[in-house]
């Protein structure tokens, strides 16, 4: 059987605390040794001088509308905007339709998986009934189906007792909970952070302390019950203070902020384009340099996408009624280097642990490093190309991307997934 080999290229492997020139091998799925006394007809070489190698880059925040798409975003084309933004595996959130909790419902969502998906897509069960916060789904049948997480992400449940309970029920199970900290009660019309901006552009205000007060309650439960949550999209400075107090006490809890908190602040709104609208929403530049420190220093443990595709005509309109969601997969490795590369702080071992090595660790998923024996999901990345997104020209069905037309330096070349090429720029 074929041998793969990358060679030249500049290894990053956080977990084997390899940072420097080698070749990586591979063969059928698997990460091996390099081969002795082997005809080297045998092995396909990959020239990757001057290239960056490292493991497949983890998401946990995959959104899909529709599982069978039709014209919108599907498994198919959310996957290969995945593999293009060298992520080889994802985890597919559960506000899609039909809705993820129940057993015969994850069973169909598996079987399209499996027959459409071009990366690894992991599923996340619903936390409560139908994602409604007021009953909880069966969560040890969906465990017995596949699902290794839940949440009712983009919601939370805003019933205390419920979500508490769920989170005990969880652990009994070894599921991951994760959470988007919102109260709806001081943010169910925000579209803007609450603040002078919004104010002068009239629209309603997301204050932190809606996502605040909702981390210190996951923070409260998780050491209650002394089991894990894992808090999603984290945007606010004192969101910041809160975890890194909690992980100073040995709390296990653990979160991520997207890449399009760390490289925008509030200012991107004013021309009231929805592509900037998100959940939560984009805020001062406080936040943003709280959040770059805070992912550097490894209080934030993760970088998610929050990939979230809308058609043209559901997001192109009002500000304040357009939903809250942009797409992200492509452009998420790219806009982190260009955000990160210029301070003190920043290496390349630290941004792929963020990627790809700590999501692997919060998911317990046999990815994120290439150690001998894994699977070969790997990624190629070339810091020198310079390139233009351009939604229209992007893997993606959806083009709600805050970053059109936007310049980035260094851009991913290819994927490989269980050893085999997902996506290729040639």
């Given amino acids: 059987m074929s041998i793969t080999c990358l060679k030249g290229g500049r290894v990053i492997d956080p977990v084997n605390g390899v940072n420097n020139i080698q070749d990586v091998y591979f063969q059928k799925e698997t990460i091996i040794t390099k081969p002795r006394n082997i005809d080297t007809e045998l092995i396909t070489t990959i020239d990757v001088r001057g290239k960056i190698i490292f493991p497949g880059l983890v998401d946990l925040r995959f959104h899909l509308k529709n599982i069978t798409g039709g014209q919108t975003e599907n498994i198919l084309s959310g996957t290969q905007a995945a593999a293009a933004g060298g992520y080889s595996s994802v985890l597919l959130m559960p506000d899609i339709s039909p809705k993820p909790d129940n057993p015969g419902t994850i069973q169909f969502i598996q079987d399209r998986i499996i027959k459409h998906a071009c990366v690894k897509v992991l599923l996340c069960g619903n936390l409560t009934k139908d994602g409604k916060g007021e009953q909880l789904a069966p969560l040890g049948s969906l465990q017995e189906t596949g699902v290794i997480a839940i949440t009712d992400c983009p919601k939370t449940s805003q019933n205390n007792q419920i979500f508490s309970k769920g989170v005990e029920y969880a652990s009994m199970f070894g599921l991951l909970v994760l959470d988007l900290p919102r109260d709806m009660s001081l943010s169910g019309n925000g579209s803007a952070h609450d603040g002078p901006l919004a104010l002068k552009m009239g629209l309603g205000g997301y204050p932190r302390i809606a996502e605040e007060l909702y981390v210190q309650r996951a923070i409260s439960i998780a050491q209650s019950i002394d089991t894990k949550i894992h808090l999603t999209s984290i945007s606010s400075k004192g969101s910041v203070e809160l975890i890194k107090s909690a992980k100073d006490k040995g709390i296990k809890i653990s979160a991520d902020v997207t890449a399009n908190h760390l490289y925008f602040n509030e200012n991107c709104i004013t021309g009231f384009n929805p592509n900037f609208k998100m959940s939560p929403p984009i ?24 990939h979230n595709p809308f058609q043209e005509h559901e997001k192109n309109v009002e500000y304040d009624l357009s939903p809250a969601g942009v797409v992200g997969f492509e452009t998420t490795l790219s806009s982190c280097y260009q955000t990160l590369k210029e301070h003190k702080k920043f290496c390349w071992t630290k941004l792929i642990k963020a990627m790809s090595s700590n999501p692997s660790k919060i998911l317990e998923i046999d990815t994120g490093s290439l150690s001998i024996g894994t699977p070969a999901d790997v990624a190629v990345f070339d810091p020198n190309i310079e390139w233009e997104y ?37």
């Fill in 390 to 426: 351009e939604a229209r020209n992007s893997f993606s069905q959806a083009t709600n991307s805050p970053f059109e037309k936007h310049l980035f330096q260094g851009k991913i070349i290819q994927t490989f997934v269980n050893g085999k090429i997902a996506f290729d720029l040639k």
């Fill in 283 to 306: 805020r001062e530049e406080i936040d943003r340099v709280s959040l770059i420190n805070a992912l550097l220093e490894g209080t934030i443990d993760c970088v998610s996408t929050a």
